[in-house]
């Protein structure tokens, strides 16, 4: 059990800030639903979405390559070096052009109006994508805490920012106005463009989180080696199209919404959509935290004997964590979704299927150990892309006939083929004897109990609660006694 432990304890600290934080930012859900109207909340999610292919495209596989080549003491410092300048060239000709041809790209993604918007994610990204590398390094050395602690400072100053911004602000201004904490107010804030310090608020979280960063990375001595540089880049290079595959999957779908759907709702169906897949997203926390302290988990341990065991037997508690996860979420989704504003409730039929998209995720992310241990990370390439194409292909013929709802199949689609896929894949070049039984069994499990649930739609929610309270008393001990028995099943 030891491994399991060492596993279990780096991922509630990995995952920490990363659950405490999302939970806190889906906090400001609430104010973003309520503050703002469909249509700009559709326009913080574009524009995020935006930059999540930026930031694949500029950490172009790095951080996995700095995990493969510094496996040994003496390598980690000349790996972190050769990334880490890697990393700053590319970033810094990627701000120099984002920052003069602003305007350009502006006129492209249709915010003609707004060039201080690309401004200002031009530097977001650079210092995010600056802070990648020294994150993997305090992954890397087995640096949790301090990993957690700047993770919370980041998230916490951009929470506070926000509703300093966005909340606080225009209260002072609103009863204070003849003030001369009004007046100071005044010089930096200007009430009729709210939107635009959620970004304000990004920036500044990220600018200190490099500066905190800063002392783990100034104090080695840089070396660029070549020939390693050239090594990691050709292995990173498939993580790269994998990775924009893969944000293609994730994110593509809320950009084709705006271009496929008529101009006059496409921001409001964005907005509905991104509200509710931030209800969905709780499936995220949990696997985002686990992929944290996994990938240095599972290339420390695969020279050891037992190492296929190991993985077998982590897919099969990941599949009862996610499984919980799902039933858990819609066993309350009645007051869970009280978070969002009322107009953007609509759309909540796309929450378990897109939960279920993202539990198949977390299994494809178990899987994905066999072409990341086996040097062959042009499958995880070849995977991505198709899975891209699943996507693109069904959102196209989905989303003008049934809207965002055939968005959210398309991502439970194409996630489903990619770890049907990668199983049999892995079992080719890399075989780990998976429980496919309890897997299965444990995911149709959940989805029967949800079917229960729907079933006796109670009309009182007080009954309704307590009658899935009882549901999800009865999946936890079903597990349990599973597992409990596992050696006669």
Known sequence: MRPFKKLAGQTAIYGLPSILGRTLGYLLVPLYTRVFDKSDYGTIILLYSYVSFLLVILTYGMETAFFRFSQTKNNKNIAFSTAFISLVITTLIFAFLSIKFSQNIANIILYPDNNNYVICFSLIISFDVLSAIPFAKLRADNNPKRFAIIKFTNI???????????????????????????????????????????????????????????????????????????????YAFPLLIAGLAGIMNETLDRILLRYL???????????????????????????QAFRYAAEPFFFSHAKEKDAKVLYSQIMNYFVITVSFIFLLTMMYIDVIILFIGEEFRVGAAVIPILLLANLFLGIYYNLSVWFKLTNNTKFGAFLSIFGAIITLSLNFYLIPIIGFMGSAWAT??????????????GQKYYQVKYNIKKIIAYILLSVLFLFLSKLFNFELQSIRLIFNTIILIIFVAIV????????KI
């Not at 759907?261 to 696997?287: H, N, R, T, W």
């Not at 439970?412 to 894949?425: E, K, N, P, Q």
Request: glycine residues 2%; charged residues 10%.
């Open 261 to 287: 759907l008529p101009s006059q709702i496409a921001e409001d169906q964005v907005g509905i959509y991104g509200a509710c897949y931030k209800i969905a997203i709780f499936m995220s926390l949990f696997i």
């Open 156 to 234: 916490s100053i951009n929470i506070f920012l926000n509703l300093f911004f966005i909340l606080l602000c225009p209260f002072l201004l609103a009863n204070y106005n003849d003030s001369s904490l009004a007046s100071l107010i005044k010089l930096f804030f200007i009430s009729d463009n709210l939107i635009s310090y959620v970004f304000i608020s990004n920036l500044i979280a990220s600018f200190i989180t490099l500066l905190l960063l800063s002392s783990d990375f100034l104090k080695i001595k840089f070396r660029f080696n070549y020939i390693l540089w050239r090594q990691m880049l050709i």
């Open 412 to 425: 439970l689609a194409c996630y489903f083929s990619m770890t049907i896929l990668s199983y049999f894949l």
């Open 480 to 487: 349990y006694f599973i597992e409990f028995n596992k050696n």
